[in-house]
């Protein structure tokens, strides 16, 4: 069973910098394009970022050049470093398989349990 473990938010002030993890286990990771997903109070999942096994990235443009993914095959782990944050980047944010096109593709059922981000101004 693929599960997702993420870490790495925090609170932070606006310009501020934080960089998350995900760990997943399973061979699901090595073949697989990953993704970073965030959820705020009130409002939609959206797809902030996605990575492709060999290195292929894609951005929503709320995060472009702001956000860069990367990952590890080695550890089965994604990161995302987070830079200039914004009051508006706060949610929570999770870790899950995308498509190699950039779009959300996640494994329903593999939802972890996410990492808070909290940016304050």
């Known amino acids: 069973q693929v599960q997702m473990v993420e870490s790495g938010g925090g609170s932070v002030q606006a310009g501020g910098s934080l960089r998350l993890s995900c760990a997943a286990s399973?061979?699901?990771?090595?073949?697989?394009?990953m993704g970073w997903y965030r959820q705020a109070p009130g409002k939609q999942r959206e797809l902030v970022a996605t990575i492709t096994p060999i290195g292929t990235t894609n951005y929503a443009d709320s995060v472009k050049g702001r956000f860069t993914i990367s990952r590890d095959n080695a550890k089965n782990t994604v990161y995302l470093q987070m830079n200039s944050l914004k009051v508006e980047d706060t949610a929570v944010y999770y870790c899950?398989?995308?498509?190699?096109?950039?779009?959300?593709?996640?494994?329903?059922?593999?939802w972890g349990q996410g990492t808070q981000v909290t940016v304050s101004s």
């Open positions: 899950n398989t995308a498509s190699w096109s950039g779009s959300e593709s996640p494994l329903n059922g593999y």
């Open positions: 399973g061979s699901i990771f090595r073949i697989n394009a």
